[in-house]
């Protein structure tokens, strides 16, 4: 600086100035100043040597230079050439120096003419040498640059800038066309044929974020196609590998997001068994590992979504067992607690879905202390407020049916959270989605109390108009108009509790019109085939409502064929079991009050193989109901007795059995193969024993709900005028008045 004025690096930011320093050598001292000696200028230019080795290695050898320098010496810091030495020699004894030159003269001027063509012809290669070295250098400068670029727009941190993915995209299609240029003038170079892949996975991925399903699909099998090229064994080729492994996981997600879960499923089968084997040849690699843990944690949210729940369940123990070795054997890595408290929340909605309902709950509370850690350390993380507000959601779920005024406020904070997200980032519909998905949960909470229904309709509304403008701005991703289709769901059955009909009928008919829409573009869709047989099972309900059995077993019918195509899909999956086994029960009840109850007893028993838990009695109950409303007395008394000996049968299901024996009486005037002895005989021991199991279910008839039952119901009629029923009566109605 005090030789020119300036210093020797200069750049318009501090960030650019570092990478000056690092990158670039520095202006000679001449091109500055042209007075400036070439010593002085070799003294100072080896001062700046990037290498510390090319530079003095103390002060007392720059000193004693530039006393050289000061006398006219050679000075030490590069080697002085014979001429140059002449030169210094010349400028000592010029006397002498005159003569000699004389001589030079004339002894230079009989070889000048043979050696000019020489000097040209090699001033001439050294020219051209120089050029191809400017350019290779250049071509490698410029591949760094751009790959530093692409590295840095495609970091997290970047993500975090509120409306930063749609800049994000145009500049990685920028890299993308350089290095596509690049290509065609460099085929066989390997690294740029890795950066070029590492561009089309980039671009896979903010195009995916974007919903550009199409694009993202051509961008990652342009990146799969290459690093299928440039795989090798050995450790050398681990990153290529590890590339190609999160390229299959891309294209696996863009599949599932399509509604191709077939695809989704094989692309992750190859990347986990990739994944497997890398693992298994290195063990403690982290960021092996990593790259496993990520993988399974994909897998299993797609298995989730596709109602596959033991495979699901499968992968997401995995993922948490990697994570958690992750988080316990390294050093504290708030990126690795993040991934943890992402899988717990996976795996407490896979606990929730297998009834592990405590579970459930503390695999949420701890995601839940995760995110707010992280967050304190990276406020602005989008991905961290985003998990967070996820985590209010689904323990308020959790909490909805136990600490209502909880489970509300966490809805509430969810939605105040993910707010804030859509105005940061407008641009990223997956948060405009789980805000929607939001509102239909506090929905769902008003709606379990009947006077808060106006409330419940509200939320819902707010969750149908938000998915509406979604499916608007995002048309070709399915899961969006299913998810527009179950907010009509939701709001009609809101409709038709409040005694609204014919408004929740046109709501559920629209909702039905988009998802044949969907099944048309995907006839083998899973979550669609169940939603269409739910839906269709709400509307045969609804028909049920206003007292017309014909439309509604109809409907039914229809929900139970959608159901078991489902069932093909998945075998024994236990979400499409309980389905099935809610839609044959309403259609076994719709038999019956139609008076058709020989088709009744096969619906039930149907019914039956659906039920593997504790209302399994329960419906072996009801086929002994329909059986003695056949006819068949023996067959429903038979059921009948060997069901009641169980000692701690429900009170609800001991009532049902005497409602059945009372039914049994009036089946025997029927039985021509009985003489009027046995009849009247088993008409005593049917009553007896109706009676006697009323009073076995006493319990039952402590709620409202039994005591208007055991008033009204057609089933005791054989038994009613007995006195012993007319005293038991008369108790209830006694203490109900008490």
Partial sequence: TCLTGIPPFQAPT??????????????????????????????CLRCLEKDANNRYQSAKLLAEDLRRFQEGKPIQARPVSRLEKAWRWCKRNPLVAWLLLAIFLVLASGIAISTSFALTAQKALKQA?????????????????????LLTVSSHRLLDEPGMHGLRDELLQLALNYYLLLSREAKDDPSLKSDLARAHYHIAQIRLTLERLGEAKSSVEAALNIQKQLIRPGAEGRDTRLAYVNSLVVQAKIADRAGRSDAAKSAFEQATSLMEKEHKANPEDGTVVRSLARTYGAFSQSLYRSHSLKSAIRANERCLALWRQLTKTGPENLDDEYFLASTLILHGSLQYDNREVKAALSSFGEASRLYEK????????????????????????????????????????????????????????????MLATTYNSLGILLHRNRKRLDEAIVEYRKAKDQWQRIVEDYPSVPHYAIDLASSHTNLALAHKDKGDFDEALQIYQQ???????????????????????NTSRNVGRLYDAQKKQMQCLKWYDQAIAYLQKAEKKVGQDPRVRFYLRRAWWDRAETLLKLDRPEAAVAAWRTTLTYEDGKERNWIQMQIARALALTGDHREATRITQELTTNEKLASDTKYLAARVMALSIEALSNDKKLSGDQRKQLQGSYADRSVELL?????????EKGRKDLETNTDLKSIRDLPEVRKFLADIQLKKRE
């Fill in 129 to 149: 040498e120089i050029r191809a070295k400017k350019e290779q250098n250049a071509r490698r400068a410029a591949q760094g640059a751009v790959r530093d670029y």
């Fill in 695 to 703: 009073k076995q279910a006493r319990k039952w008839f402590d709620k």
């Fill in 14 to 43: 501090t960030v650019e100035t570092i990478r000056a320093v690092v990158e670039q050598s520095p202006t000679p001292l001449s091109h500055l100043r042209s007075d400036i000696p070439e010593d002085l200028e070799t003294i």
């Fill in 511 to 533: 909702g039905m019109d988009i998802r044949l829409q969907m099944l048309k573009r995907a006839p083998n869709d899973l979550f669609n085939l169940v939603s269409l047989g």
């Fill in 374 to 433: 992280f967050l304190k350390v990276n406020p602005k993380h989008a991905e961290g407020r985003a998990a967070l507000a996820s985590a209010c959601t689904r323990r308020g779920m959790i909490l909805r049916y136990q600490k209502t005024d909880e489970a509300q406020r966490l809805y509430e904070r969810a939605i105040t959270l993910r707010k804030k997200l859509i105005r940061d980032y407008p641009s990223v519909p997956r948060y405009r989605a």
